[in-house]
Structure formats: C-alpha cells, structure tokens
C-alpha cells in the first residue's frame, strides 16, 4: 500500500485568495487524483493528475480554478483559485498503483472560505 | 456510464448484531468493485476490494463483500457490530483499467448501539 500525506490538513482563508495544496506518496506511482467532499456529500473527482502531462479535469471543474501541477511520481498540489465559501470542503488527495486497480487515500485538506 | 447505489444513507444497528450495507453497480464491463470506510476526520481506508476470481471478499476488521453479478450487487456484511464500526462507508467502482478513478456512491453512515 501507498502512504499519502497532504498539507495542510486545514485552514481557513478569505473569499478570493488561493491556496495551494500539496500531495506527497511515499513511493512512485502512475497516477494521482483529486476529489472534493462536500459536507455531509460523497466523493466527486476533480481531475486526474499525469506524470508529465497536462491534468484531465472532470465535467464542471476547469482549469483556471483547479490548476493542477504533477512534476514527478510521487508529488501533486492542487490551487484553489478565486475562492468562494461555495468551495468550503474537504479536498482528498488519492494515488493508485498495485495490481488490483485500488486507490489510497491522504487524510484530506479541510478547507473553509469565509 | 458507470453509477453506483448504496441503499440507505443511515444503518442503526447494536452492538454484535449482524451489519448489512447495500451497493448496487451499473457497468458496461466487467468492474471492479471496493469498500472504504472513512472515520470523523480522516481520509479514506480501503476495506476489501473484488477485482477478479472469487466472488466472496474478506477485508479488514472483520468485514466481507461478495459480488453477484447477476444481481448487479457487491453488498457488505460484518457478523457481529462493535462500537468501533461506528463509521461512513463507501461503495466504489472502477472500469478496471490502470489509473482509471472511482465512481462512489454517497455513502452510508454506520450507527452502532451498545
């Protein structure tokens, strides 16, 4: 299994900033992603982050809001651009590797806009 | 389109009784199917997972899923509640290839009753 680990694991900005969240794996691996958990909500994918390639976002989540940086296999941050109090959430960090196509997740970034 | 169903967002059951989680897939092939459970503040653990071979799964703390295909089903049970069960649990699904992200349900939440 993989060890994710995310900073920071909460804060609390102003409407219109950024905050930048980082993503670090013990070990390398293919493939990142990001989801956001809204309160009381499930897990909807942002995007999914590549090695070398431009991140490939999910319907309703863009670039200039989420951008995405992926400079090697074991390290991801995710920007919150411009934000809103419609962003407050947890934002989950996840990696997938190993055999049976399973994905394990970091402990979250608690994010609320006030 | 992948989906997935989880019947009941709220499960009460006591303590040593039987606990019995719904999960209902829609896949145009063959998926690949997971459990996580995810405690107040924390990030998600995988619980068991089916990917291929046989249909009855054993995972961690004494939970197991089978798969029925021909029921669309992947439903979790654990023969006897602790108050440590106490949780959200999640039903996932992937198409199965390498890298692909998961499709979650929206949760059910675990009450357990001494």
């Known amino acids: 299994s993989a060890v994710i680990s995310q900073k920071p694991s909460r804060d609390i900005c102003q409407r219109g900033t950024s905050l930048t969240i980082q993503c670090q794996v013990d070990s390398q691996v293919t493939m990142m992603f990001w989801y956001r958990q809204q309160p009381g909500q499930s897990l909807t994918l942002i995007a999914t982050a590549n090695q070398g390639s431009e991140a490939t976002y999910e319907s309703g989540f863009v670039i200039d809001k989420f951008p995405i940086s992926r400079p090697n296999l074991t390290f991801s941050t995710l920007t919150v651009s411009n934000m809103s109090p419609e962003d407050s959430s947890i934002y989950l960090c996840?990696?997938?590797?190993?055999?049976?196509?399973?994905?394990?997740f970091g402990p979250g970034t608690r994010l609320t806009v006030t | 389109a992948q989906s997935v169903t989880q019947l009941g967002s709220h499960v009460s059951v006591s303590e040593g009784a039987l606990v019995l989680l719904r999960c209902n897939y829609s896949s145009s092939v063959p998926p690949y199917l997971f459990w996580y459970v995810q405690y107040p503040n924390q990030g998600l653990q995988l619980l068991l997972k089916y990917t291929t071979g046989a249909t009855l799964v054993k995972g961690i703390n004494g939970f197991e899923a089978e798969f029925k295909k021909s029921e669309t089903s992947f439903h979790l049970t654990k023969p006897s509640a602790h108050m440590s069960d106490a949780a959200e649990y999640f039903c996932?699904?992937?198409?199965?290839?390498?890298?692909?992200?998961?499709?979650f349900g929206k949760g059910t939440t675990l009450s357990v009753s001494s």
């Open positions: 996840s990696a997938g590797q190993g055999s049976g196509y399973e994905q394990y």
């Open positions: 996932a699904v992937s198409e199965g290839q390498a890298g692909t992200a998961l499709i």
